[in-house]
């Protein structure tokens, strides 16, 4: 069972985000705060769960709430400003989306840029162990994956109904055949050296 806080006394936002290791797309992060004693027996890391019951979570978790937002950065400025900064610069847009603004921040993974003066603690796996970081996760995972589905209407080659943009080798062939598309991020290494050498020959 997820722990339900990480501190009593002050309202949290869970923030966790998706996309980082995709070769195309936005990031995508939520931030969400859950009632105490929100509890739900299928609520894990977004990683770990069906796709059936992640879109369940997700209806559940946009009823019950206290509130939620989600927000994301897209490919271009990923490429400006790298792909962490990029995934912060989410979470705090997430953030500011916040119907309540939250006096304590939960992030999963271990660094953050500072949200204001709100006070917060980076968990390292922390989608598996509080529930308002699991929620976020499945938040950021579910509406990342809508939109990556709505993408492949117009460039159904790289698969991106299936992969969501990560370099599966579908993806990587199509890159090899088609080249890139204008949501792929120019600064990541769409294809290794070895597949870049054999597409010269």
């Known amino acids: 069972m997820l722990l339900s806080y990480y501190q009593e006394l002050l309202v949290e936002a869970g923030c966790d985000e998706a996309g980082r290791g995709c070769l195309a797309g936005p990031v995508f992060a939520a931030?969400?705060?859950l009632p105490k004693k929100f509890r739900h027996p299928l609520l894990n890391d977004s990683k770990q769960m069906k796709p059936s019951d992640r879109e369940k979570l997700?209806?559940?978790?946009?009823?019950k709430a206290i509130c939620y937002a989600v927000a994301s950065v897209d490919n271009i400025e990923i490429d400006k400003i790298n792909i962490l900064n990029a995934s912060f610069k989410a979470m705090h847009l997430a953030l500011e989306q916040l119907q309540q603004?939250?006096?304590f921040i939960?992030?999963?993974?271990?660094?953050?840029?500072?949200?204001?003066?709100?006070?917060?603690?980076?968990?390292?796996?922390?989608d598996g162990k509080y529930a308002s970081i699991a929620a976020a996760s499945i938040l950021a995972k579910t509406y990342r994956d809508d939109y990556m589905r709505e993408l492949h209407t117009s460039y159904p080659h790289f698969g991106w109904d299936l992969n969501k943009g990560y370099p599966t080798k579908q993806h990587r062939n199509a890159l090899m055949e088609f080249g890139d598309t204008p949501y792929h991020r120019k600064s990541f290494r769409l294809l290794p050296e070895q597949m870049e050498l054999d597409?010269?020959?």
């Open 31 to 33: 931030a969400v705060i």
């Open 58 to 63: 997700r209806k559940v978790i946009e009823k």
């Open 101 to 103: 603004q939250p006096e």
């Open 106 to 126: 939960l992030v999963d993974g271990n660094r953050f840029h500072t949200y204001g003066n709100t006070p917060h603690a980076c968990i390292v796996q922390g």
């Open 199 to 201: 597409f010269d020959l």
